[in-house]
């Protein structure tokens, strides 16, 4: 663990937040009204936030630590993130959301402002993570 590192896992969790915030909380805030029967009430979800952190902790940190030992030194960071950011998506959102989708009553319109969001955030937190390491050599 270097500092390299660390700054990465702390920026990324608060960018990750602040993006499902958006995401979840704004821009699919209206649509996830209309589906109240199939989510906590904001009452019961409160108490279940410290999961939601913690959840983010290690997403962030898994999300940095991949990155730091299978990026290519020398190579365009901007070309790696973005590419990074969307095959961190096809391996988690995509799937997850499409899964979901497949047990559970949610409408597709909904799926897809899932997949794209979340899709959009992870690229950004892919870009943000090649910028972090742009100057960092790749643990051997």
Sequence with gaps: MNKTFVIAWIVLFVLWMAGSFVVHGVLLGAD????????????DAQGYFPIMLFAHVLLAGALAWIYARGHET????????????????L????????I???????????????IVGDGVVLIALGVVTAFLYRNAPRPT
Excluded at 35 to 43: G, I, N, P, T
Excluded at 76 to 89: D, E, F, K, S, T
Excluded at 91 to 98: C, K, M, Q, R, S
């Design 32 to 43: 996830y009204a209309q589906l109240q029967h199939m989510f906590r009430s904001e009452a």
């Design 74 to 89: 020398g190579r365009p960071w901007l070309g790696q993130g973005m590419r990074y950011g969307i095959a961190i998506a």
């Design 91 to 98: 391996l988690t959102v995509v799937p997850t959301y499409l």
């Design 100 to 114: 979901y989708l497949a047990v559970q009553p949610m409408p597709v319109a909904v799926v897809v402002k899932q």
